[in-house]
């Protein structure tokens, strides 16, 4: 290996001009309980371009994805308790396969295939959300040909998936696990996912179908086909002008948003009397109008989620080697396109995950994977 790598570096906050192509960027080695990773493929998310563009920050009340940077106080924790420091190289959802540990690492490991965890704990008091950090936010990711990762977040994988395919899994899939879990989403429940083509929208489909809830889907119309195959029970609209009658004789428990925005209300009006809304997402707008009374007199919980369980990932890398859920890739590109990858997951006209490749030619578009 050389001591240098490429990778897509993060300068500071703002527009694409601070995503910077480098072919010289030092490579990690791995410290004491750490393994590097030769990155095959890395999946994007909604937290790649909130950080760069400052959209955590409180003074940002716009939709995700726009020009926060404009209005963002740079003093302000743009994620977790502190502010993000650059230069960061982003990038959460990395498939890859480990060529070198640190001291005190089984040297058995170099070789295996891992996918992240993306959640950094301390190892003395893991269950202190407090005391937690992100892969590709507080510390370096996976946006380059090489990464390191405490041991312990690199969790080996046994999979015919591809390198791109396995990428879509770790953020979007342990996102919608963790918020399932948190909402106690059984067999008796009937879900409704409102931005179901997204990537945790469409996670979110295909793991309340696997504990046996019954599924309602919310998108465009141009991709009900694309989310039909995830398997939800019913699809409706992205925005029915009446939810209420859209949904019929269905009656909701649980809603489990990641949209929020002008229409958010209305996902807690139809909500039977004891329903649950958990959310891990604002992608429409993070500010919205809320009537107490609905919450208090229809006896509702609601419930954050950001911080998954230690057993998620897990409990994932299980369901993916069960073939219980599989990947929904929307298109790969090389890292040194990322530019317009993100511009592309901006755009949000594609169904799943988009995913970037160190090495690879194109883009390669894809609705789904058999």
Not at 180 to 189: E, I, K, P, S, Y
Not at 220 to 236: C, F, M, N, Q, T
Request: net charge negative; charged share 20%.
């Amino acid at each position: 290996m050389t001591e240098t790598m490429r990778a897509m570096v993060t300068m500071g906050h703002g527009d694409f001009d601070q995503l910077v192509w480098r072919e010289d960027w030092p490579r990690p080695e791995p410290a004491a309980g750490e393994v590097l990773i030769a990155v095959g493929a890395c999946g994007l998310n909604n937290t790649d371009v909130n950080t760069r563009t400052g959209w955590y920050s409180k003074s940002v009340t716009e939709a995700t994805t726009g020009g926060a940077y404009d209005t963002l106080n740079a003093d302000e924790p743009a994620w977790g308790d502190a502010p993000i420091t650059f230069p960061r190289i982003q990038g959460a959802d990395v498939c890859g396969r480990i060529v070198a540990v640190g001291a005190g690492v089984d040297a058995g490991r170099i070789g295996e295939r891992v996918i992240i965890d993306n959640w950094l704990r301390d190892p003395d008091d893991p269950l202190d959300k407090g005391k937690t950090g992100y892969f590709g936010s507080e510390c370096d990711g996976g946006f380059a040909e090489y990464t390191t990762v405490p041991a312990g977040n690199a969790l080996a994988i046994t999979s015919d998936l591809t390198d791109a395919e396995l990428a879509t899994f770790s953020c979007s899939y342990s996102t919608a696990e963790g918020m399932l879990t948190r909402a106690a989403v059984t067999g008796r429940d009937t879900v409704l996912v409102p931005g179901a083509s997204g990537g945790v929208g469409g996670a979110l489909v295909q793991l309340a179908k696997r504990r046996g809830a019954r599924v309602i889907a919310m998108a465009s119309e141009a991709k009900h086909a694309d989310v039909a195959r995830l398997g939800p029970d019913r699809i409706l609209p992205r925005a029915p002008q009446d939810l209420r009658a859209a949904l019929g004789d269905d009656r909701v428990s649980v809603v489990a948003d990641v949209v929020g925005g002008p229409s958010w209300p209305g996902l807690l009006d139809i909500l039977e009397r004891g329903g649950r809304y958990t959310c891990s997402g604002a992608i429409a707008g993070p500010v919205v109008s809320f009537d107490l009374r609905t919450f208090y007199l229809r006896d509702l919980t609601l419930t954050g989620s950001t911080v998954i369980d230690p057993e998620v990932m897990p409990n994932l890398i299980r369901y993916i080697e069960a073939g219980e859920i599989r990947p929904a890739l929307a298109a790969t590109y090389p890292l040194e396109e990322l530019h317009a990858a993100q511009r592309a997951f901006i755009a949000k006209t594609h169904t799943g995950n988009i995913v970037v490749t160190p090495g690879s030619r194109g883009p390669e578009a894809r609705s789904d994977s058999s």
